[in-house]
């Protein structure tokens, strides 16, 4: 397993990943806001387009904080996400 930027690559498995957490009744608000951004893109490109772009203070919700998205790829599969928060706000500090 590695820790990779998001890529075209995974989409394959990512929608498949993301049909399977749809289907869990006990998701987290931060993971349905991902499903959001996906449901809401143009193209599978321009939704990893924007989170990359999210690392350089790109395509933020006001609020939000810039933050570095790694997917973590087991072989060519799409397994899971980690977000790097570059800095945190008052609401995040509390």
């Known amino acids: 397993m590695h820790l990779f930027l998001p890529s075209i690559e995974y989409e394959q498995s990512f929608r498949e990943a993301i049909e399977e957490f749809r289907k869990e009744p006990k998701r987290r608000e931060i993971e349905n806001s991902l499903i959001a951004r996906f449901d809401k ?11 990359r772009g999210q690392a350089d203070g790109r395509y933020l919700k006001e609020g939000f904080v810039p933050a570095t ?6 072989g060519e599969r799409f397994i899971g996400t980690v977000n790097i928060r570059h800095r945190l706000n008052d609401n995040l500090l509390k």
């Open 41 to 51: 893109s143009a193209s599978f490109s321009d939704f990893v387009e924007q989170l």
């Open 69 to 74: 998205k790694y997917w973590l790829i087991d």
